[in-house]
């Protein structure tokens, strides 16, 4: 009963903001999961560089926060938008419909003005190729309070 009274209370809060990137059975299931096996292998050279400009990672995040990427490529090849995708936590859920009924991706990045997420600890995996074919990733680890 409790927790689904927390569940729609959480449901009815997000709603006031923006809808959730990830649902709380989501984040629970990905957080409760054994890390996923990973092969070790070096980037690809010349492959499209992605920086998370915001949130700073290094201060507490509360939701909804604000979420800005930044994309840069190696002449001369640029970035492909449609190429970009996120994958959520150890079960690597694609939330990019999510984030894109949010925001909008561009040759030069992202910008989500509100993010909504769960408290609790979230991984993401973000990827864009380059009109060379070259993939490049970048993924944080973070805790919303």
Do not use: C, W
Not at 14 to 40: D, G, Q, R, W, Y
Not at 51 to 78: G, Y
């Amino acid at each position: 009963m409790k927790r689904i009274l927390v569940t729609a209370l959480m449901a009815i809060n997000a709603t006031a903001f923006a809808e959730l990137l990830v649902s709380i059975e989501e984040m629970t299931a990905s957080n409760n999961a054994p890390p996923p096996f990973t092969a070790k292998s070096a980037p690809v050279k010349n492959a499209p560089v992605i920086e998370l400009t915001m949130p700073k990672l290094s201060a507490p995040i509360i939701s909804p926060t604000a979420i800005e990427l930044k994309f840069q490529s190696t002449a001369p090849s640029t970035v492909r938008p449609d190429s970009f995708k996120v994958l959520y936590g150890s079960f690597e859920i694609d939330i990019t419909k999510r984030i894109l009924n949010v925001a909008k991706v561009s040759e030069q990045g992202l910008l989500v003005q509100e993010a909504s997420l769960p408290k609790g600890k979230h991984k993401l995996l973000m990827v864009v190729e380059d009109s060379s074919g070259r993939k490049g990733n970048k993924a944080v680890e973070f805790e919303v309070n």
